[in-house]
């Protein structure tokens, strides 16, 4: 089968498709779009019909190419990173050192009994954290399971998974497309790719190469992924129609899997407990391993025997080795999760827990987080009827029959525009509208002026949809008598610089002049100080339907009709949130696409103070004139970043971390995607998030409230509160034990505890007491502390004052006990060192 030209691509000749070179070669969907149907099945050496000739091949291909599937990680498998996690933590290391000389020196006991915590300690945080990716990652499976498969002229249904380049595969409406498809077969066929593209909107598809050449003038360029009409990608959904398809490309040659590859390679920070453990970890074992030293040279100076001296050593350094942290720390943490996903957070990355506690700054967008996501058209204004912002017609809670007689030609015409360019749906199942809840706000608002939805009756010729960067929409359509017009809607702004006529109250088309172009402005900008989202409408005649492409440099000359005002109330948690977010001084910065004057009325209605909108207020413009450093000074003062778009999250990260400020930082749409994976702790929205979102975040809000990042937050320090207090009581117990048995090799007094016992204390201390301690329900006062700073040490003044304190209890009660035991008789009997040890016990688990 040499003569077959997808072997030479496999064999990588010219520029192929090898999968090694996945990622500095063309992709496979760019290749493919500009090639006929029958180019693009010779080149894979499959048929149209039937699908690859025999299962010989398609083994071949497998071969070459692996599975069909993604994974966010390397493919390293399990018990490699099971193994990695003992060698990564030099606590692990030195414990399992530890062990080692236990077993050397024949302690086989203690051996056992560290290498079984290790055993616990690892396998506890390795099974947790993946299980908690697993079960996401199963939430979140845009590969489907199974796919309609044709090979050798056989229909079957298989996992997706197996397919290779050249497979042929069947596709319908709500399928998720199962590989990067060259379509060789549509039917009235719509695709979302929204979680690739961002592209609210469906694309239609058919079989017709992309011709080159429209995207030869400017060199390097590449056909953009949208453009690709005639490719499927894998993850999309199947909206409308069906089709079939020659996979061009799987795993990670998909344009899919090119996104994941982007965000891996932004590095995660390390967490702060992740950081104070590893320099507590150094410190610690080096203090203890140096004070050990110098107990055991002293020891030897004094004569005393090699091996007693050498034994208590390893027993003291086992003891001050503080191993039941990181098992403490893994199941406090573990704990955590189980909590806050009750609470309805759910965390993707253990570790994140405790960074929360840290996190100073949380950038929130508005729409749907802090608002209730639900909108009614609440305001209308008119230019030609309504003169002027002081005739803003109210629509909430007045009389129905009113509005009727108010249906001047601007009134009708803003409304019949929101109604035709609109891409919400009635369910007859659900017995709503779905869709985009502006969209659904500007048909339900029909009805108050008894109008019904006349998309029936006009038929769409194109559409320029809906994106946070354009800022509007624009619906090109032939109503019933043949009459085509753009409808176009969206940010006022944008509107009103496209505009050049307004429609009057009787239907007239009205030159615009500056002067009006100001009253439009001051009735928006008055709306929008309401804290409604306001929107303008506007329409263009065009005399023929197919003259021009329909692009968005062509919207222009619009003739402006009118601007609705939509409510869109706040969250009722929010405000309180907000308030003891506040009190813990957390800066709280509202980022939105809106414009500024709705999102101040919507801040202060939640107590984001706005005392100067000058510089409390930055808008997406100002934003892309400003250097990092520029935004990173004045950002302290910043509480919203209005008319942003999703691009500018990375921006608003990059500067606040630099200022080494912790962020939290929300979204939702794939553009968000790379800000969520900069920020320390990235937050997806459950219900409203993009699977791409969910996947780049640490945490996951269920419910897509604000206010659960308080609870989170709240969780978060709390669980760090426990840690601490854990710390104090090892430290306390360790620090006893080093100190009693320096004390006595100082002044020549016979060891009050032998090495088996302090051994037997180190691992009782780090037993059910120790953990009850991690246990404790979070303490609620908590939120008035402020948030830790990434640099503070774990130990703090605070926490060592207490632990000295437990500690010289413990010492001088012990010391008390031993002198008098062993001068009752002048001699050292068992029931000396028993009541020594049964005093230091109970004297620890006092300090608890
Ligand atoms: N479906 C739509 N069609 C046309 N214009 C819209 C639509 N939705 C919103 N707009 C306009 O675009 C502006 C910004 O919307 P955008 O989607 O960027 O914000 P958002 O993401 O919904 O809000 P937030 O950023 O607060 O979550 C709105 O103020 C509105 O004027
Ligand atoms: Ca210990």
Redesign the pocket.
Known sequence: MSDNPFESVVRGTEGGILPSEASNTPSPSLEFCTMSVEEAAAALGTNVQNGLPNINEVRNRQQAYGINEITADEDEPLWRKFLGTFVSDPLIMLLIGSAAVSFVMGNIDDAVSITLAIIIVVTVGFVQEHRSEKSIEALNRLVPAECHLIRAGQESRLLASVLVPGDLVHFGVGDRIPADLRIVKAVDLSIDESNLTGE?EPVHKSTQQVSKDSYNDIPGSLVPLADRTCIAYMGTLVREGHGKGIVVGTAKNTAFGKVFEMMNSIEKPKTPLQTAMDKLGKDLSLLSFGLIGVICLIGIIQGRSWLEMFQISVSLAVAAIPEGLPIIVTVTLALGVLRMAKRRAIIRRLPSVETLGSVNVICS???????ANHMTVSKLWCLGTMSNKSNIMNLSGANNSNFKNHLSDDVLATLRIGNI???STYSQEHVKFLG?P??IALLEVLRKFGLDDQRSRVTRVAEIS????R???AVKATDSNGKTAIYV????E?ILEKSTHFINAEGKVVKLDNGLKNVISDSANTLASEGL????FAQLEVSNPSEKPFTEGEISGLTFAGLLGMNDPPRSTVKAAVERLSEGSVHII??????EN??VNIARQIGIPVVNPETAVLTGDRLDNMTEDQLASIIDHVNIFA????EHKLNIVSALQKRGDIVAMTG??VNDAPALKLADIGVSMGKMGTDVAKEASDMVLTDDDFSTILTAIEEGKGIFNNIQNFLTFQLSTSVAALSLVAISTAFKLPNPLNAMQILWINILMDGPPAQSLGVEPVDHEVMQKPPRKRTDKILTVDVFKRLLQSAALIIVGTIYIFIKEMTEDGQITARDTTMTFTCFVFLTCSTL
């Open positions: 609210n967008d508005k729409t749907g987080t802090l608002t360019c609109n891409n985009n502006t969209d809906f994106s946070s960067k800022k509007f929409m809607k969206g940010a006022y944008k989202r306001t929107l303008a509202m980022i939105t696409g809106d414009a709705t999102a008319r942003a778009t999703p939702d749409g």
